[in-house]
């Protein structure tokens, strides 16, 4: 029952269990006096959406479930998608406002907004509290612009880092994933329904509309979807299905997932909507396997659902289930806003650009500090006079991808101009690193040399153009014929020239190795900083690199944050979400044009655990300006979870972060496989020590019964132990304690 029911709840279901029910007011207001009752406790959200769809029209009704957009708009989607929402299901006569979408996975795609690092970077900080607040801000922006509903959460995981849009999910981990995920709903509900995609098993780009996934059951619940549930408990109101086929179905038809799992299994109540204008394939059997609204156009729906619901092929009932799901989440969701709509004012202020820069702060990643001379090379010596700024990317904006999760803020600080500001009486030379030669000479002139190389939109992202749609869904003119094969022959030659996608690497670009060589050749005081979306190899140069920074898609803050922790008044206070390893054999295969892929549960972290790989950066790890050291102290710990006190000690002479984290694993094994249970971050002064209880996941110590879909402990010698990165040793580990009576 809904959390806002009162009194007449039950008066409300008898009336719709047949029996006379009340009207809401004159029609213009319908919609406002159903929120208003369900506010008021008066009425349940579901009977408030009942009374609706019972003062609906059958036009009205159908109309609910795809766009409210006409095709022809279709050519020029990007263009409005940075303007305005795209409304789905408004019924002015009634007043009913419908889904008003917007997009953005690292801020509001709506005009001008602020520009967070992208989610990988926020994954970096492990900090789910201060994601939460970026999701407020995200939701704050969005409900500012006339939307009421973002596509904000992506938590498919990292099963590798070739893929191009992994700028825009939490990393490689499920429970890292559903954690930072879970917090980002939550926040970004305070303001806006929250929709989290693409469900399920989306990760890889090129050919996202056309690949058949296949997985087993217990890599499918226990790997590639714990995440999605987390979620979905969380509260998020809305899933996004995804384009690519599972098991030979596409997802807005895989009746499997949509409902078995995720209504019947999670008991999910919000709706489903699909991806854009190519992932829906099939009208009706869409509708009855569990995906309630096409978006973002009226396309396969507008011309398929009238003709079958008048002739019976589709069920009134399947139509108003749907309907009910899109209007009990917009009036519960509506009932509970608190707040006035926020004033455009508030988008970029000043009190959400700090809060940018301190996330791209803590999400730098320090991944070597070696002494040079007497202390580290970082922070900068106060002392430092001359300092060379290298490399193209240095006065670059470079917030990432530019396709769907493209955000405009209204300025953007370079690293170089951060550093300016944070160095006003320093002296600084610029190269563009395109004459090696001249970077080299610029470097050696200079007391240090900070070169910034890595990745942009270009390498990575959003594959906006792919020769795989199925463009029937434009029209029946497109369903065969010379006009079907015209638009397809386009789509594939244009897909050639279109930026983003896939990686084909995970080096850098050969002309950033030279460079590298040629800069920290010349001066040995040299910081590397990389730039990227996901995983970048530094086998093979990083052995001549004293200090070396991934400092990930930033942000508008992000020249400003870089500068505050490469001069030390910020903490580097990122861990890798993601493992490095030493060669990209050591992933699993990655095929960009692959039609087919099979995904297990080896991968990541776990991968090279498994077979014996030591990785040039494990999963969770990151240096800080002092050290610190854990110790765990007890722990409590059962089917459905536990906790861990763990004592923290700064054994350095500054402040500084640390994020404490708990692995377990089967230790009966030859190479035992690390799984994290849980974190938490905590800072500490110079010489502190206190200790911390930190919550700790039972899913990943867990097997689900296919047939029974009941979950069990997984057999084997299980052990914990705190650390500050993926361990390779588990000397020191100690015995798992499960609670009497369900030890594996």
């Not at 409900?143 to 590798?160: D, E, M, P, Q, W």
């Not at 709509?341 to 320090?366: M, N």
């Not at 903490?571 to 990209?584: D, I, K, S, Y």
């Not at 906790?643 to 994020?659: F, I, K």
Request: aromatic content about 6%; hydrophobic content about 45%; some cysteine.
């Amino acid at each position: 029952m809904d959390k806002m029911a009162g009194p007449q709840v039950a008066q409300a279901q008898k009336w719709w269990g047949g029996g006379p029910r009340p009207t809401l007011g004159n029609d213009a207001g319908a919609y406002d006096e159903a929120v208003r009752a369900a506010r008021a406790g008066e009425l349940d959200a579901d009977a408030a959406a009942g009374q609706l769809i019972d003062r609906m029209t059958d036009r009205e009704l159908l109309g609910l479930l795809d766009g409210d957009s006409p095709r022809r708009l279709m050519p020029i989607i990007p263009l409005l998608h940075g303007r305005r929402p795209f409304v789905a299901g408004a019924v002015p006569r009634l007043g009913i406002p419908g889904i008003r979408f917007s997009d953005g996975t690292r801020g509001v795609v709506i005009g001008d907004s602020t520009a967070f690092p992208a989610a990988m970077a926020r994954a970096a900080t492990w900090d789910p509290l201060l994601e939460e607040r970026v999701g407020q801000v995200i939701g704050m922006e969005t409900r500012a612009r006339g939307a009421n509903y973002s596509a904000s959460i992506c938590v498919n995981l990292l099963r590798h880092p070739a893929w191009g849009r992994a700028q825009e999910c939490y990393g490689e981990d499920p429970v890292l994933t559903g954690r930072m995920g879970a917090a980002l709903t939550r926040g970004v509900r305070v303001h806006v329904m929250a929709c989290v995609k693409h469900f399920a098993l989306n990760s890889m780009e090129n050919e996202r509309f056309e690949v058949d996934v296949s997985v087993d059951e217990h890599a499918l619940h226990e790997v590639y979807l714990p995440h999605f549930k987390a979620v979905i408990d969380a509260g998020a109101d809305s899933v996004m299905s995804a384009y690519n086929k599972v098991r030979g179905q596409y997802m807005d038809v895989n009746r499997a997932l949509l409902t078995e799992v995720l209504r019947d299994e999670w008991g999910f109540t919000g709706f489903v909507t699909s991806d854009w204008v190519f992932g829906t394939h099939d009208a009706v059997l869409s509708l009855e396997a569990g995906m309630d609204i096409e978006m973002p156009l009226r396309l396969l729906r507008a011309r398929a659902l009238p003709g079958a619901l008048r002739s019976g092929v589709l069920d009134r009932a399947t139509v108003e289930r749907s309907a009910r799901r899109i209007l009990s989440t917009s009036v519960r969701h509506a009932a509970t806003l608190e707040a006035a709509k926020p004033s455009e004012s508030a988008i970029a202020s000043p009190a959400h650009r700090a809060l940018a820069r301190q996330v791209a702060a803590e999400s730098i990643v320090l991944l070597k500090n070696e002494h040079i001379g007497a202390a580290p090379l970082l922070p900068l010596a106060p002392t430092l006079t001359h300092l060379a700024v290298i490399g193209r990317l240095a006065t670059h904006a470079n917030l990432g991808d530019n396709g769907s999760s493209r955000v405009s803020p209204p300025f953007t600080i370079s690293p170089l101009q951060g550093l300016r500001e944070a160095l006003p009486g320093v002296r600084f030379t610029t190269a563009s690193g395109q004459n090696v030669s001249a970077a080299a000479a610029a470097a050696a002139a200079a007391d240090t040399a900070i070169l910034i190389v890595g990745l942009d939109q270009h390498d990575e992202g959003e594959s906006v153009v792919t020769g795989g749609v199925e463009v029937g869904v434009l029209g029946r003119a497109f369903d065969a014929g010379p006009l079907r094969r015209m638009f397809v022959a386009l789509a594939h030659v244009a897909s050639h020239f279109v930026h983003g996608g896939d990686r084909t690497t995970l080096d850098l670009h050969a002309s950033d190795v030279r460079l590298i060589r040629a800069v920290t050749a010349a001066n040995p005081r040299t910081v590397v900083v990389l730039i990227g979306g996901s995983t970048i190899l530094t086998q093979g140069w990083d052995e001549s690199v004293p200090a070396l920074l991934l400092a990930w898609y930033g942000g508008m803050e992000g020249g400003r944050a870089l500068a505050s922790v490469l001069t030390g008044t910020a903490e580097p206070g990122g861990r890798l979400p993601f493992v490095l390893p030493t060669n990209a054999a050591q992933l699993p295969p990655f095929d960009p044009a692959a039609k087919a892929v099979t995904y297990d549960n080896s991968w990541g972290q776990r991968r090279l655990d498994a077979a014996g790989h030591t990785a040039a950066f494990p999963f969770g790890f990151g240096l800080g300006y002092t050290t610190i050291e854990h110790r765990l102290l007890e722990h409590s710990f059962d089917e459905t979870g536990g906790s861990a006190q763990v004592m923290v000690r700064n054994t350095g002479e500054r402040a500084g972060s640390s994020v404490v984290q708990l692995y377990a694993a089967d230790i009966s094994l030859r190479r035992p496989v690390a799984q994290l249970l849980g974190f938490a971050k905590m800072t500490l002064q110079a010489g502190e020590e206190k200790s911390i209880r930190v919550s700790l996941d039972a899913g990943p110590t867990l097997q689900r019964d296919p047939v029974t879909r009941q979950w069990s402990p997984r057999a084997g010698e299980w052990a914990l132990l705190a650390a500050q990165h993926s361990p390779a040793s588990w000397a020191g580990a100690v015995p798992l304690h499960r609670a009497a009576g369900i030890d594996g």
